[in-house]
């Protein structure tokens, strides 16, 4: 994936939101339609984004949940194993669901499942070498497309913008956490 590189003085550059806003301000000049400003372009950009990713877990032969709870193994460290039901934690889906995903991916040998030695009647869920191997590749082309997503920021701009969405993300993750 290649991406256009703008001017390096984007600040002066017009886009489609400043277009859109302009139409706004001209149509209903009694809102204050500045969120837009920022909104707008997160919301452009997370469709940017989601293809990237979509593109990448395709090159890999994997869809978005599969890459979602294989990752999930993956950060957990050696053994790369985890119970089902601290995986739907991680990737917030329902039991049934979890269950359903588990054995597809079984089935795909991405995964196995095992007995849990500490709980007799619970199990196991974790990476087989071909899982691990296919997430693997699976991240490092995902990032690289990320990388490409934020080519025309240097890095101490990405490291103000990360910043500020974490203060706007933060009150979000709060009640998201609360509610579980």
């Not at 600040?11 to 706004?24: F, G, I, K």
């Not at 709060?174 to 579980?180: C, I, K, L, Q, V």
């Amino acid at each position: 994936m290649t991406l256009p590189h703008a001017d390096h003085d984007a600040e002066h550059s017009e886009d489609e939101v400043d277009r859109l806003v302009a139409a706004w301000r001209q149509e209903r000049p009694d809102l204050d339609v500045e969120p837009l400003q920022v909104l707008s372009r997160v919301s452009r950009l997370a469709r940017h984004l989601d293809r990237a990713r979509r593109a990448s877990f395709a090159e890999h032969d994997l869809e978005t949940w599969e890459f979602d709870v294989l990752t999930a193994l993956r950060r957990a460290g050696e053994p790369y194993e985890m119970s089902p039901g601290a995986l739907l934690r991680a990737t917030l889906v329902t039991s049934g669901t979890m269950t359903n995903r588990i054995d597809r991916l079984t089935a795909a040998g991405l995964v196995r499942r095992r007995p849990d030695t500490e709980d007799r009647r619970g199990v196991l869920v974790s990476l087989t070498e071909a899982g691990r191997t296919r997430v693997d590749s699976a991240f490092a082309d995902l990032l690289r497309r990320e990388h490409e997503l934020l080519a025309n920021l240097g890095k101490h701009e990405q490291q103000a913008l990360s910043g500020l969405l974490r203060t706007l993300l933060v009150p979000f993750d709060a009640t998201d956490t609360g509610a579980r």
